[in-house]
């Protein structure tokens, strides 16, 4: 069965890509009535039919569009499903984003003569013993600003799996710092004054005991299974989008806490990255971490995942016909521990995201636009069209910083089982302009924080 959908979903996105939109329609309903009957008479026709959404959408090439809908999360939940994946089980949807979705692209070996994949650097932090290391993940090869993926973007390597990814330790030892980067492969920068976005990356955790406490009510949950993973046997322990926030606890004031990597423990991550350049391009994302050998301190520090769309893509269509709009998510804490700071993520046309406890604020996150050179839209290339999928092109001021709220900044510290947590997204597109998608309209936006909390050792 899996099978057969994924030919059936590879050979739609092909006539998809070839004919017009009003025989697509036709061929659409042709496709979704027969996946109708091959799915309607099993016992999941309820989750089939979120399935039929997705090759709709794909048929109809509105998939791009589809990945911001609301539906979404059950429609790939139920595409994860039929491709195998159980409550203990990630099932064929990680490779078949690799190697389908993906196809020609995601990591390609280093070529000769490319920098280190690890090196040591002087420690960011005065903890004793602490190091800053870090590690290069990929290479990986993003395609060109010509070439469109089956959601319609260009030039993207999209949510692209990477399983199996160095940690910074190999045995036991504390992380207390975090942050991500994109960089060629002789290790300068790489960032939008050059056409190259980290449109987002996702780390994973998978290992003994480990659970992402937003998604663990569910079977299935869509980020964790296309790692390779469950939301019952991994974490999300850290994400980035292109304006790079770094999370050093240490200089939060949390000098005796962190989070304790094991052994066993594996790495995996969603890595989103485009190009804005007419040429494929080569890159590695970094991520630097701060760590202590071995377990020293008797705290945990564990991470809370705030998103709008928890669980599916993250993706959010912006309301038709509206430059300004809030999008929301609320938590109920389901256990006791001390907040020491968050991370947010917006897209551009963001400015704003707050966290409110039982209607109380606790964060209050702006967003800042090109404060740095390397955040401006580069200069189309001489007879090419900047802007890969229309993200802005020559001189477009791109977010380069979202506040992090910690120490003072962070209203409220303690974390109560039961309490109700509140993010709001703020978008303004006449304050800031969003990003287009290839066919004009509003690409999709996000509403992420991450908060990172301590829970005390027994
Ligand atoms: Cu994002």
Same mark, same amino acid.
């Given at each position: 069965?899996?099978?057969?959908?994924?030919?059936?979903?590879?050979?739609?996105?092909?006539?998809?890509?070839?004919?017009?939109?009003?025989?697509?329609?036709?061929?659409?309903?042709?496709?979704?009535?027969?996946?109708?009957?091959?799915?309607?008479?099993?016992?999941?026709?309820?989750?089939?039919?979120?399935?039929?959404?997705?090759?709709?959408?794909?048929?109809?090439?509105?998939?791009?569009?589809?990945?911001?809908?609301?539906?979404?999360?059950?429609?790939?939940?139920?595409?994860?499903?039929?491709?195998?994946?159980?409550?203990?089980?990630?099932?064929?949807?990680? @490779?078949?984003?690799?190697?389908?979705?993906?196809?020609?692209?995601?990591?390609?070996?280093?070529?000769?003569?490319?920098?280190?994949?690890?090196?040591?650097?002087?420690?960011?932090?005065?903890?004793?013993?602490?190091?800053?290391?870090?590690?290069?993940?990929?290479?990986?090869?993003?395609?060109?600003?010509?070439?469109?993926?089956?959601?319609?973007?260009?030039?993207?390597?999209?949510?692209?799996?990477?399983?199996?990814?160095?940690?910074?330790?190999?045995?036991?030892?504390?992380?207390?710092?975090?942050?991500?980067?994109?960089?060629?492969?002789?290790?300068?920068?790489?960032?939008?004054?050059?056409?190259?976005?980290?449109?987002?990356?996702?780390?994973?955790?998978?290992?003994?005991?480990?659970?992402?406490?937003?998604?663990?009510?569910?079977?299935?949950?869509? @980020?964790?299974?296309?790692?390779?993973?469950?939301?019952?046997?991994?974490?999300?322990?850290?994400?980035?989008?292109?304006?790079?926030?770094?999370?050093?606890?240490?200089?939060?004031?949390?000098?005796?806490?962190?989070?304790?990597?094991?052994?066993?423990?594996?790495?995996?991550?969603?890595?989103?990255?485009?190009? $804005?350049?007419?040429?494929?391009?080569?890159?590695?994302?970094?991520?630097?971490?701060?760590?202590?050998?071995?377990?020293?301190?008797?705290?945990?520090?564990?991470?809370?995942?705030?998103?709008? /769309?928890?669980?599916?893509?993250?993706?959010?269509?912006?309301?038709?016909?509206?430059?300004?709009?809030?999008?929301?998510?609320?938590?109920?804490?389901?256990?006791?521990?001390?907040?020491?700071?968050?991370?947010?993520?917006?897209?551009?046309?963001?400015? /704003?995201?707050?966290? $409110?406890?039982?209607?109380?604020?606790?964060?209050?996150?702006?967003?800042?636009?090109?404060?740095?050179?390397?955040?401006?839209?580069?200069?189309?290339?001489?007879?090419?069209?900047?802007?890969?999928?229309?993200?802005?092109?020559?001189?477009?001021?791109?977010?380069?910083?979202?506040?992090?709220?910690?120490? @003072?900044?962070?209203?409220?510290?303690?974390?109560?089982?039961?309490?109700?947590?509140?993010?709001?997204?703020?978008?303004?597109?006449?304050?800031?302009?969003?990003?287009?998608?290839?066919?004009?309209?509003?690409?999709?936006?996000?509403?992420?924080?991450?908060?990172?909390?301590?829970?005390?050792?027994?």
């Amino acid at each position: 069965m899996a099978k057969i959908l994924t030919l059936v979903l590879a050979a739609s996105q092909a006539t998809a890509l070839a004919v017009p939109t009003e025989l697509n329609k036709r061929q659409s309903s042709g496709i979704s009535s027969m996946l109708g009957s091959l799915l309607g008479s099993g016992s999941s026709s309820a989750s089939s039919g979120g399935v039929v959404d997705l090759i709709t959408a794909s048929v109809t090439g509105g998939l791009g569009h589809f990945m911001g809908e609301e539906k979404a999360t059950d429609s790939l939940t139920a595409f994860a499903k039929l491709l195998g994946a159980t409550r203990t089980a990630p099932g064929g949807l990680g @490779p078949w984003t690799a190697t389908t979705m993906n196809a020609g692209y995601g990591t390609i070996p280093a070529p000769a003569g490319s920098v280190e994949r690890q090196v040591t650097m002087k420690s960011r932090t005065d903890v004793p013993g602490a190091k800053t290391i870090k590690v290069r993940y990929g290479p990986y090869s993003i395609p060109s600003s010509k070439k469109k993926n089956m959601l319609g973007e260009m030039g993207m390597l999209s949510n692209f799996p990477h399983t199996n990814m160095a940690k910074p330790c190999e045995g036991d030892c504390t992380i207390m710092g975090m942050n991500a980067g994109l960089e060629y492969l002789n290790g300068t920068n790489a960032n939008i004054d050059s056409g190259l976005w980290l449109h987002h990356m996702v780390l994973f955790n998978n290992g003994p005991g480990r659970e992402d406490p937003p998604c663990a009510n569910r079977d299935v949950s869509v @980020p964790h299974v296309t790692v390779g993973a469950t939301s019952h046997s991994s974490e999300r322990i850290f994400a980035s989008g292109n304006e790079r926030t770094v999370g050093v606890w240490p200089d939060w004031g949390v000098k005796d806490a962190g989070y304790k990597l094991k052994k066993e423990d594996k790495f995996a991550a969603l890595v989103e990255l485009m190009n $804005e350049n007419p040429e494929d391009k080569q890159v590695w994302m970094t991520m630097t971490y701060d760590i202590v050998d071995g377990h020293p301190f008797k705290d945990d520090i564990k991470i809370i995942w705030f998103d709008v /769309r928890q669980c599916g893509t993250s993706e959010v269509n912006p309301p038709k016909g509206k430059n300004q709009f809030t999008l929301n998510y609320k938590w109920n804490a389901t256990y006791d521990a001390e907040v020491i700071g968050s991370i947010e993520h917006l897209h551009d046309g963001g400015n /704003r995201m707050t966290l $409110e406890l039982d209607g109380k604020p606790v964060c209050d996150s702006m967003t800042e636009y090109g404060t740095k050179p390397e955040y401006i839209g580069m200069a189309a290339a001489p007879g090419a069209a900047a802007g890969g999928h229309n993200h802005g092109g020559a001189g477009m001021k791109h977010i380069s910083e979202q506040k992090v709220c910690h120490g @003072p900044t962070l209203a409220q510290k303690s974390v109560k089982k039961g309490q109700l947590w509140n993010l709001n997204a703020y978008y303004d597109f006449d304050k800031n302009k969003g990003n287009a998608h290839a066919d004009g309209e509003w690409d999709e936006v996000m509403g992420i924080a991450i908060m990172f909390v301590r829970v005390k050792g027994t």
